[in-house]
Every structure is written in structure tokens, then in C-alpha cells.
């Protein structure tokens, strides 16, 4: 599972109105939708500034690129084409093996094991400085 936090929205919209907020998110959909494009792959918007995706068949390996590879690329919007406001993205990973009978208290784990990856990259990149980014859990 991947989680993802969008730093900087909630300023958009107070700032600029909901719908430079709307148009922010909509052309981190389009990202979204361009790095995972597997059938198997589920992108879910669970709150305004967060989105969560589910992974299969991948490494723990695998999942830090394609984090790395969806901040870059909503990085790289940054700018008068796409997204005027800036936006930065923190993604947190927890990786559990799905098998049939994984229960909602293991997916449930997971969730949290991903929220708290997210908390640990905004704390290094706001109070550390470090500008981490993907943090993976386990």
C-alpha cells in the first residue's frame, strides 16, 4: 500500500479558492493514472490532500521507485503549464503479503504502518530537514 500526502493543498485552497485546489488535484489524478496503470493496480482519493494505492506483485524495492517515480513527476507539473501553486507530495509504504485468507485487522495494520511512514517523511522534511520524501515500512 502506498500512501500519499499532498502537502501544500490545503494552502492552495484558502489561499486561491477550491478550484485552484480542483485543478491541482486534478492534474495529480493525471499522474496517478500514468504511474499506475496495471489492472490490478487501485488508486483511491480517501481524503481531500491524501490518495492510497494498492499494489500486487511487487517488492518492497519496487513500491519505493514507483513512489519516487510519483513525486518526481508531480515535481516536474510544478509550473506555469500545469500546476501554478506549489504542491509537494510525502508518500508513506507498508508492505504486507495479501493472501486469501488476510483478514481487515491485517489490512487495517497496514493502513496505519502507511500513515505512520507519511508522518515520518513530513516530520524529517519539515523539523529534520533531511527532505525525505518515501519512507518504506515493514
Not at 493543498?9 to 488535484?25: E, N, V, W
Not at 509504504?93 to 515520518?120: H, L, S, W
Request: aromatic share 4%; net charge neutral.
Amino acid at each position: 500500500i502506498i500512501l500519499m500526502h499532498l502537502d501544500g493543498l490545503k494552502r492552495i485552497d484558502t489561499t486561491y479558492g477550491c478550484k485552484q485546489g480542483d485543478r491541482t488535484l486534478l492534474v495529480v489524478t493525471e499522474v496517478l493514472n500514468n504511474v499506475f496503470h496495471c489492472e490490478l493496480d487501485i488508486v483511491a482519493r480517501i481524503a481531500r490532500d491524501e490518495f492510497c494505492i494498492f499494489l500486487s506483485g511487487i517488492t518492497a524495492t519496487q513500491a519505493s521507485a514507483l513512489g519516487e517515480i510519483l513525486r518526481e513527476q508531480i515535481k516536474q507539473k510544478q509550473g506555469p503549464l500545469a500546476l501554478e501553486y506549489v504542491v509537494t507530495v510525502k508518500i508513506g509504504i507498508a508492505m504486507i503479503p495479501i493472501k486469501q485468507d488476510t483478514t481487515p485487522n491485517e489490512i487495517d495494520g497496514m493502513c496505519r504502518t502507511a500513515k505512520e511512514a507519511v508522518a515520518r517523511a513530513r516530520y524529517h522534511s519539515r523539523e529534520v530537514g533531511k527532505g525525505v520524501d518515501v519512507v518504506t515500512l515493514m
